[in-house]
């Protein structure tokens, strides 16, 4: 699952130093996944619940608990992507600025049902395969 | 010349200022003893147990913990200032002594700092945000049950006209078959629950509408199980926005419905919050409908004055056919216009190739919004809307607001706006009424001031 958000991701940042998952919950295959197709770049993930991170920490990923509304700018800093899968619309503004205070691209896969919160200028639809893939912004200075 | 001293240094957990004395405070016993409101609870860590301090408390500090520890998520959700993981807070400052804690930086200065709390420019009066009283009830759209009093406090929402349970769902971290077969299912009721009654509580008494869980097959696929219950069960189609989804997964999958039946239960019942009520997603046909009210009801749910059961009006078919589903009985509606318009105007939504002529505006999902609000209102069924289109749209708000849609739920960060534009709106349809009115009453079409003789 998510696997043309890999490709994108993989096809895209393949020069990136650094890409964060945001929220990362119980899943941690897509950074995996992202992880063993950039092994050069660095790839984290970072969630609220300590729980969560703790389960996820592998010697290839580093995982770090941090709240995306009053995150800890110093963890993200120098990241090229942060991306984040199903987010509660709720955070998804404090992740738009964090993206802009680190000057990375923002990409979120939405929830279907979601998704039209995203048709506004600011965003940029990700088609892959004639689907839509995500929602990208982007500020990059990385 | 500005004259601080720092006393204790930490991480800035919950930003803000405070200024107040400090209580040192080791154990429980003596936070009932000592914390007055307004008091710098400081301490080494704090645990459920110490909300009640909390709440009182102008700010907080505690010795251990980071950013994501218990006192700072508390105290963000209270919107008290907090540092935490300042070292030796409590043999550092004082019992009764003064101090001015600056949440922003992490500091804590000795004694009132009067640069800090009244920077210059600072008497500027801020104008505050008018937020009017409209007819039409704005209710709001919630996801992140951990947000609920935030919003209910900053928006002053009529109340939650869409809760979600996918977020809770995701945070329970496994397929709920999956955690039935290893004997889990009360883990996810007590979940629901809990997330329920976080929403519930702030809100109360006004109505909170939790919709019954909505993911589409696909969607189940990044939990644990998802695989092995959705796809291997054959779950999985070509379109999973129109497989298997809403109530007929209610009734072919009874087990799982049921015990979002008990969290709401439990909700209603254990934590007395009666303020709740259910939402059914992607009703099809009145089969389904008829077949899960039945499995709530033997859930001990069942409709009364007390507690209303609503239906989303997303499927045509709905539309179609309201005043039956009307004599079924319903309590209200809530037209999801994603849905409704991709299935009236016939466009699958995850397609890139035709989302151009996607439009919640086109006159065919406008008639079937204006046949429901119709059908309802004559019926005394409550109508309102939870899709994105009011918060896109304002014309949409204009349009349900004329039909006679009796709320709309709406993002948190759209519920002011929305209000002062519905606001608007009443008083424009007002004055529109009392013009036509004096043109019946052959007035003239000059206003006469009537002068008192």
């Not at chain 2, 890139?352 to 008639?367: F, H, K, M, T």
Request: hydrophobic share 40%.
């Amino acid at each position: 699952m998510f696997d043309d958000l890999v490709e994108y991701v993989c096809e895209n940042y393949s020069r990136a130093s650094k890409i964060v998952e945001l929220g990362v919950g119980s899943r941690i295959d897509v950074a995996e996944k992202i992880k063993k197709s950039l092994p050069l770049v660095e790839v984290l993930v970072t969630d609220k619940d300590e729980s969560w991170v703790r389960k996820h920490g592998t010697g290839q990923i580093r995982a770090v608990a941090d709240d995306v509304r009053f995150p800890q700018t110093p963890i993200y800093q120098n990241a090229s992507l942060v991306y984040s899968i199903q987010p509660p619309f709720e955070i998804v503004e404090p992740m738009i600025l964090l993206a802009r205070r680190i000057g990375a691209d923002l990409l979120v896969v939405p929830r279907s049902d979601e998704q039209e919160t995203f048709h506004q200028n600011q965003w940029e639809k990700l088609v892959r395969k004639g689907r839509t893939l995500g929602w990208l912004r982007v500020h990059r200075r990385h | 010349m500005l004259d601080r001293v720092v006393v204790v240094q930490g991480l800035a957990a919950s930003p803000g200022l405070h200024a107040g004395r400090a209580k040192i405070v080791v154990g429980l016993q003596d936070a009932g003893r000592m914390m007055k409101e307004k008091d710098i609870l400081v301490t080494r860590m704090t645990n459920p147990d110490w909300v009640p301090y909390m709440k009182i408390a102008g700010a907080i500090i505690t010795e251990d913990g980071g950013t994501t520890c218990h006192a700072a998520i508390v105290s963000r959700e209270m919107g008290v200032p907090c540092i935490v993981g300042a070292r030796n807070a409590t043999k550092l400052l004082q019992t009764g002594k003064e101090y001015t804690v600056d949440a922003k930086a992490g500091v804590v200065y000795q004694g009132l700092v009067e640069e800090i709390l009244k920077p210059p420019g600072a008497a500027v009066q801020q104008i505050p945000t008018v937020i009017p009283v409209t007819s039409t009830r704005i209710y709001v759209n919630i996801s992140l049950p951990e947000l609920a009093e935030k919003v209910a406090r900053e928006t002053h929402a009529d109340g939650v006209g869409l809760l979600r349970a996918e977020h809770m769902m995701l945070s329970v971290g496994k397929h709920p078959r999956l955690l039935i077969e290893e004997g889990g299912g009360q883990r996810m009721v007590d979940a629901f629950a809990e997330g329920v009654r976080k929403v519930a509580t702030p809100f109360a008494p006004k109505p909170v509408v939790y919709r019954c869980l909505d993911f589409k097959p696909d969607e189940f696929l990044g939990l644990p199980g998802g695989e092995k219950y959705e796809r291997d069960a054959g779950h999985v189609g070509p379109n999973p926005l129109l497989g298997f989804r809403g109530a007929f997964r209610y009734v072919k999958e009874p087990d799982v419905f049921r015990l979002e039946c008990r969290a709401i239960r439990k909700v209603r019942e254990e934590f007395k919050l009666t303020n709740v009520h259910v939402m059914l997603p992607f009703v099809r046909t009145l089969e389904d409908f008829r077949n899960a009210k039945k499995i709530m009801e033997e859930e001990g749910l069942k409709r009364s004055p007390d507690f209303k059961l609503w239906i989303m009006c997303e499927v045509p078919a709905t539309v179609l056919l309201i005043d039956k589903f009307v004599q079924e009985g319903i309590d209200g509606i809530s037209f999801g216009t994603n849905d409704l318009t991709m299935l009236i105007l016939g466009i699958d939504r995850d397609d890139a190739s035709i989302q151009e002529i996607y439009d919640e505006r086109n006159l065919a999902v406008l008639r079937a919004m204006s046949h429901v609000i119709r059908i309802c209102s004559e019926a005394g069924v409550t109508t309102s809307i939870c899709g994105q289109a009011p918060s896109n749209y304002p014309e949409v708000v204009e349009f349900l607001v004329r039909e006679g849609a009796v709320s709309m739920s709406v993002n948190p960060d759209k519920v002011i706006e929305t209000k002062q534009l519905v606001a608007g709106i009443e008083q424009k349809l007002i004055l529109e009424g009392m013009r036509k009115m004096r043109q019946n009453n052959g007035d003239a079409g000059v206003f006469q001031p009537r002068w008192p003789k």
